[in-house]
């Protein structure tokens, strides 16, 4: 059965803490997201991964970065956490070929105080 | 730029009803579409997508969705919703022949379901 699992599924943080968002796939998949989803905006794209080292920006990169050293993993990184990074984070995985159904794990809900 | 429409942010309706949750999109050819489910506090699950062929899409749980090219819809249906359909629900949209598999929702709609 496929799996995404997320390291946390609630986080409470300080701002200006470093905070870090792991994300873990069983499925040998090539590609990798990390989305942010907030009330009345939807689900919009942070960063994505289609390779091990490999990263492309998404929508709203600003403020986070990433990083993929094995394949089966991937982090979301915010440098310096804000107040406007409260928010619900998805990770989500499929395999190199297109559009491809995306298979998302269950969030994790940050909150930066 | 790609953008998908959801123009009902809550919808009601009643156990046993039919339900039909729009979506239009705005691409400049046909794109992938995608309808996902999210339960509370869950992540998203996949309930159909469309790629060619057949413009109606059966998915699970009973719902299906029609692809309408002359109006770049692509309305989720149920001819009978169940309590437990109450969720929220997001179109999606994905390019064709491109390099990475990206896509790009809707903001949503929420389904309450009234007894």
């Known amino acids: 059965d496929v799996k995404v699992t997320q390291s946390s599924r609630y986080l409470v943080k300080r701002t200006g803490e470093k905070v870090f968002l792991e994300c873990v796939q069983d499925m040998d998949h090539e590609n990798m997201f990390w989305y942010r989803q907030d009330p009345g905006l939807g689900l919009r794209l942070i960063y994505f991964?289609?390779?091990?080292?490999?990263?492309e920006k998404g929508d709203i990169p600003e403020g986070y970065s990433v990083s993929r050293e094995k394949k089966e993993r991937f982090s979301l990184i915010l440098e310096s956490a804000s107040t406007n990074q409260t928010s619900m984070y998805l990770c989500a995985s499929n395999p190199d070929r297109e559009q491809e159904t995306q298979y998302f794990g269950p969030g994790t809900r940050l909150l930066v105080l | 730029a790609q953008s998908v429409t959801q123009p009902d942010i809550h919808i009601t309706v009643s156990e046993g009803a039919s339900l039909e949750l729009r979506c239009n999109y705005s691409y400049g050819a046909t794109p992938y579409l995608f309808w996902y489910v999210q339960s509370p506090g869950q992540g998203l699950q996949l309930l159909l997508k469309y790629f060619s062929g057949d413009t109606l899409v059966q998915g699970i749980k009973g719902f299906e969705a029609e692809f309408k090219r002359s109006q770049s819809s692509f309305n989720l249906r149920k001819p009978s919703v169940h309590w437990s359909d109450a969720a929220e629900y997001f179109c999606a949209v994905g390019p064709i022949n491109s390099g990475y598999s990206t896509l790009t929702f809707g903001k949503g709609t929420m389904l309450l379901v009234s007894p």
């Open positions: 991964s289609y390779d091990v080292k490999m990263k």
